[in-house]
């Protein structure tokens, strides 16, 4: 693997049903009780779909199917990158292992909805998918 490949932070942009799923933070202290997309970090040697399928599967306790990205990339401290990506539920309900809770939205909800400031960059982006789906 390249070491200076950029380290990744993948977020999951979960639609079904015209709606997207949220997570609510429960950390930093100045995130907490935001809504985000929920993901994490990818490892090294892990491609992003294996990374964020794994956080997901830690996250939410669902199987899912990653997809394309979505948005544009977003600059994270310490050399970092926030991407998002499409993706579908393969299997289970998704749950709130390590966030206070999870909630479908759709458009118009998003666009009222207290969201993380690194998510907001892609709420041009998911407002168009939610409304094309």
Same mark, same amino acid.
């Given at each position: 693997?390249?070491?200076? %490949?950029?380290?990744?932070?993948?977020? %999951?942009? =979960? =639609?079904?049903?015209?709606?997207?799923?949220?997570?609510?933070?429960?950390?930093?202290?100045?995130?907490?009780?935001?809504?985000?997309?929920? @993901?994490? $970090?990818?490892?090294?040697?892990? &491609?992003? %779909?294996?990374?964020?399928?794994?956080?997901?599967r830690?996250?939410? @306790?669902? #199987?899912?199917?990653v @997809?394309?990205?979505?948005?544009a #990339?977003?600059?994270?401290? $310490?050399?970092?990158?926030?991407?998002?990506?499409?993706?579908?539920?393969?299997?289970? &309900?998704?749950? %709130?292992?390590?966030?206070?809770?999870?909630?479908w939205? #759709?458009?118009?909800?998003?666009?009222?909805?207290?969201?993380?400031?690194? #998510?907001r960059?892609?709420?041009?982006?998911? &407002?168009?998918?939610?409304?094309? @789906?």
């Open positions: 693997m390249d070491t200076n %490949a950029v380290r990744e932070v993948a977020a %999951a942009a =979960i =639609i079904a049903g015209g709606r997207l799923l949220l997570a609510q933070r429960v950390a930093p202290p100045e995130l907490a009780g935001m809504w985000e997309l929920p @993901g994490g $970090k990818i490892e090294p040697g892990e &491609t992003p %779909a294996q990374g964020l399928r794994r956080e997901l830690e996250e939410l @306790g669902v #199987d899912t199917a @997809g394309g990205r979505i948005g #990339d977003v600059p994270l401290p $310490k050399g970092m990158v926030l991407r998002a990506y499409l993706v579908s539920l393969r299997d289970g &309900t998704p749950t %709130a292992l390590e966030h206070s809770a999870v909630r939205v #759709d458009a118009a909800e998003l666009a009222a909805v207290d969201l993380v400031p690194n #998510d960059a892609w709420l041009a982006e998911l &407002t168009a998918v939610l409304h094309a @789906g």
